[in-house]
């Protein structure tokens, strides 16, 4: 039987890499139409297989829903009705907002409908089982099997799968070069082999066709292959080469276009623009541009006749980078490429008398038609286009081409004082004295030579910037032609105001409104909105200003660590925002964090704070592996995006996994290599914290175990953050001093609780009587170490406050009584925790009691437990616990009550009383313990929060 995917010399396959994935969205159907519409009918997309919770067949190349849509979570543990719901378009760009994860099925109707086939790539390498049959039903339901190939990394798989579904391709995807790659082709059953391109010199291809395989190769984006191509190695020529040989039967990429023909007809005309200065043609004229030598960017304009630097300008112009058709002469070096115009000889009226020679062009300023990045220097109006501008003064040649007003800014500055701005696109009627009298009598400036004014730009970020001294200016040409010929010039245009006060140019008096028109009036409101909008567009972009994390400072609490580390949290946040003001990775999750918080907080819409987040991780991700950027830097990243997890609810998720990998591998390095700052390694405490806390729920924590092993092993002892503050009086020194030893004894306690979870029955077997003894075992070993902890504990903590009082300052002992109070019902919190886990009785243990009394007594007393009126949320855990293993009805309402009182947002504190309410009504009704994650599952529908 010939194979299916075996290509003549003649024709190539063109494919799109998740779809036209440069263009669209990838994995979706508007990527998909994309690369149906470069690459025409036929055109193979390359997609990704996955199967959700409820088994439904999706397209996405992640395990995760992170990184392309607006959720969070792993594919394999939501329902497609959730999935549904987000959007995987806005990450890309606002244009696709909407997109959605598709369904195969309905990728696979689109591709009925347009001419599609799908190169189906299955990420899924473990439930082979579940994912054939429903396959083979929707092939034969759909009768598609024409529309699809199969491919994996997984050779043994795709065995298995041809011999299920034999009539469908399959595809051998590879990363390494194969030793003999027909001998492996030829056991995995497959119709083809997908070679490495820095593979694909060495013959196996030549291999492959002789043995009866077809070819596929993925060629990079012309941006990764930029560095090579200065060298003088064009890879894309290369490729054109091997097609040309007939080597090749399938060309993959990313930008669909690259790996697209131009195709000219016998109908088509081709120009050399170097030779052509403009031309005329007929409305709804399709002109297509193809490359070819030339030293100019063509572009189009609107009213039927092109100038040359005009072209792009119109949408109807279309680029179509790539090779030239086969059997016309020798291949085109893309590195010698420029461009042409191909018009169908039946649209254009050429005129003739219009071409000119190459050297009239010369004069022409060029266009960069790659440019897509930040513009740095040049006008504001070029650059807020993002063009490059000649910077010619008074006004660049792009401007008085496209008649906008030229604005340049000088190097300065942001100034303190605002000054009315002046367009030379208004009314001339506001000539120099009229200046001056806006700008006062002592600061007129002097009139450049080539007649520009400065004219002094607002601040554009919050706080004071007057302490430079330094006013930010435009340069706004004065004699540029006006954008509107025909606007009247008021008669008193160049007298200025006699009684001599400053005019107001937002809101001028009565003598100008009668003499400018509507339209004038129009006219000018424009233009301050134009000049607005552009500052604001240029200042959006910039490095944030410190007041830009006011919010962060002032207002973004961590419930789960502040309570028992509130002064080294306050120098900690003020070290983040002083780190963030020099690098920008940091300030990414800065930003993510105080926007998912303020989002949480206000209950606001998540989808932006959300975006932001997946930036953030993306930042890191690109920044863990840098070997020049500080590990210590990467660390304060890699703690900000923790909290942002903890910020957010509890999804019951896995582990984070963005700090395995890179980050895994440089922790367990700067471990290692004997010296740690204080700041890093009281950040690796609180990682510590925070994972034990995540954990708590049934949930699998922030760290992965070796992760958390690996800080755990060796962060032992925290030294204070003294060093932190600039002048540390003597009463903040001894107050540190105290606390680092209730902080080090709590930080050994929740170490002691990570050994509490791990045997729980979320994570181990709890079912069998060997089971239960080996649980006692370790319980019995734990309770020695917990009752040498407590009486090891710090003096603090054997202290009632009105000792603590007698002892320390008011500034010392207030602050230091509430530390104690919260760590102390800490302690008797895992008292009970162990009593209920071990469940024998199935009530209260005598220990457990008292423990109780305990809480109660320190909620009660005088531990300074309540701050303007609202209780400390570190005692969140104690009254959960106090609730859960209460019976009395009175003494369950007595918890519920005090977690309301606590007010922090994050705490979800009002979630949990009425949890533990409707809890305790279950365990009275039914006369045992009742397992709190799975109530709170079957009760309200959703996991229980961290605490």
Not at 115 to 126: F, M, P, V
Not at 224 to 249: F, I, P, T
């Amino acid at each position: 039987m010939s194979n299916p995917l075996r290509m003549t010399p003649q024709a190539t396959r063109i494919a799109g890499h998740r779809g036209y994935s440069s263009a669209a969205p990838e994995n979706t159907l508007a990527a998909f139409r994309k690369a149906r519409e470069i690459g025409g009918k036929g055109v193979t997309c390359e997609t990704d297989l996955a199967l959700t919770r409820d088994g439904e067949l999706i397209l996405i190349h992640d395990e995760t829903v992170d990184r392309t849509t607006n959720g969070h979570g792993l594919v394999c543990n939501m329902d497609y009705s959730e999935i549904a719901k987000l959007d995987a378009g806005r990450w890309f760009d606002a244009t696709f907002t909407g997109e959605r994860i598709p369904l195969l099925r309905d990728a696979l109707l689109l591709a009925r409908e347009l001419g599609i086939i799908y190169q189906l790539e299955l990420k899924i390498y473990n439930r082979n089982n579940e994912i054939f049959p429903k396959l083979r039903a929707l092939i034969n339901e759909l009768q598609c099997a024409d529309l699809l190939q199969f491919s994996s990394f997984d050779f043994v798989q795709l065995r298995a799968l041809k011999e299920a579904i034999p009539d469908v391709p399959t595809v051998a995807l590879s990363h390494s070069r194969l030793i003999n790659p027909a001998a492996v082709a030829r056991e995995a059953n497959v119709d083809a082999v997908n070679l490495e391109i820095q593979h694909f010199p060495s013959g196996e291809a030549r291999q492959l066709h002789e043995e009866g395989f077809a070819v596929f190769l993925h060629v990079p984006s012309p941006e990764r292959l930029g560095n090579l191509k200065s060298y003088g190695v064009d890879v894309e020529a290369q490729v054109v080469g091997w097609v040309r040989e007939g080597l090749l039967d399938q060309v993959i990429s990313d930008d669909v276009a690259q790996v697209t023909p131009t195709t000219l007809t016998k109908t088509s005309t081709v120009l050399d623009l170097g030779k052509l200065k403009k031309w005329t043609f007929d409305p709804g004229a399709r002109i297509l541009i193809k490359p070819l030598k030339s030293s100019f960017s063509p572009q189009f304009s609107r009213s039927g006749t092109v100038t040359i630097p005009k072209l792009l300008a119109n949408p109807s112009a279309q680029w179509h980078p790539g090779f030239g058709p086969r059997g016309m002469g020798p291949p085109m070096r893309m590195s010698e490429v420029a461009y042409s115009l191909t018009l169908p000889m039946e649209s254009p009226r050429l005129n003739e008398s219009s071409r000119t020679s190459t050297s009239t062009h010369q004069k022409t300023p060029l266009t960069n038609r790659n440019y897509r990045g930040r513009v740095r220097t040049g006008c504001l109006v070029c650059r807020a286009r993002k063009v490059k501008c000649d910077e010619q003064r008074p006004g660049c040649q792009k401007c008085a081409k496209s008649n906008k007003t030229c604005v340049y800014r000088t190097a300065s500055r942001w100034g303190s004082h605002l000054t009315p701005v002046h367009s030379n696109l208004r009314p001339i009627s506001c000539q120099q004295d009229q200046i001056s009298a806006w700008l006062g009598p002592e600061n007129v400036p002097p009139q450049t030579e080539t007649g520009e004014y400065p004219i002094h730009e607002p601040p554009l970020f919050l706080g004071n910037s007057s302490d430079s001294g330094i006013c930010e200016t435009l340069i706004i040409s004065n004699d540029l032609k006006q954008a509107n010929e025909g606007l009247s010039v008021p008669a008193d245009a160049d007298e200025s105001p006699s009684n001599g006060n400053r005019v107001d140019a937002f809101s001028q008096g009565g003598d100008l409104s009668i003499t400018e028109t509507t339209r004038d009036r129009f006219q000018q409101t424009s233009q301050l909105i134009y000049f607005s909008t552009t500052m604001d567009l240029l200042a959006a972009p910039e490095v944030p200003a410190s007041s830009l994390f006011c919010y962060f400072m002032d207002v973004v609490d961590c419930p789960l660590l502040s309570p028992y580390d509130r002064i080294n949290w306050i120098r900690i946040k003020a070290y983040i925002v002083q780190l963030a003001l020099q690098q920008t990775s940091v300030a990414k999750c800065l930003l993510a964090l105080q926007t998912l918080y303020r989002a949480q907080v206000d209950h606001l819409p998540m989808t932006h704070a959300m975006s932001v987040y997946q930036a953030a991780i993306t930042s890191f991700e690109s920044i863990s592996g840098d070997d020049t950027i500080s590990f210590d830097i990467i660390l304060v990243v890699a703690f900000l995006l923790c909290l942002c997890v903890a910020t957010l609810p509890n999804e019951d998720d896995s582990n984070f996994g963005v700090l395995d990998g890179a980050f895994a591998t440089r922790l367990e390095a700067w471990l290692l290599s004997g010296y740690q700052s204080s700041i890093s390694l009281r950040i690796g405490a609180w990682l510590q914290l925070l994972n034990i806390t995540t954990k708590r729920p049934g949930s699998p924590g922030i760290l992965s175990k070796p992760l958390f092993k690996l800080v755990n092993d060796h962060i032992k002892e925290i030294p204070n953050l003294s060093e932190l503050d600039r002048d540390t009086h003597p009463e903040n020194s001894l107050y540190d001093t105290v606390a680092t030893q209730v902080f080090t004894f709590y930080l050994r306690l929740q170490k002691m609780s990570d050994r509490v979870v791990e045997v729980t029955h979320y994570r181990r077997s709890r079912t069998t009587p060997a089971d239960q003894a080996e649980v006692t075992d370790l319980m019995s070993a734990l309770k020695t170490d917990l009752a040498s902890l407590w009486e090891d504990r710090p003096a603090p903590l054997r202290l009632q406050p009105d000792k603590l009082r007698e002892h320390f300052s008011t500034k010392i002992s207030t602050p230091l009584i509430a530390l104690a109070g919260v760590c102390i019902a800490a302690y008797h919190t895992e008292i009970i925790v162990i009593g209920r886990i071990l469940g024998d009785p199935p009530f209260p243990t005598t220990e457990a009691k008292h423990a109780l009394q305990q809480i109660r007594n320190i909620i009660d007393g005088d531990w300074n437990v309540s701050a303007e009126g609202t209780l400390n949320p570190g005692y969140v855990r104690p009254l959960f616990m106090y609730a859960l293993e209460s019976f009395q009805k009175d003494e369950i309402q007595w918890a519920a009550d005090r977690l309301r009182q606590i007010k922090n947002p994050i705490s979800r504190s009002n979630f949990l009383a009425s949890f533990v309410e409707a809890h305790g009504e279950a365990q009275r009704a039914q006369g045992r313990r009742v397992t709190m994650k799975y109530f709170c599952y079957m009760t309200f529908g959703v996991p229980l929060p961290y605490m």
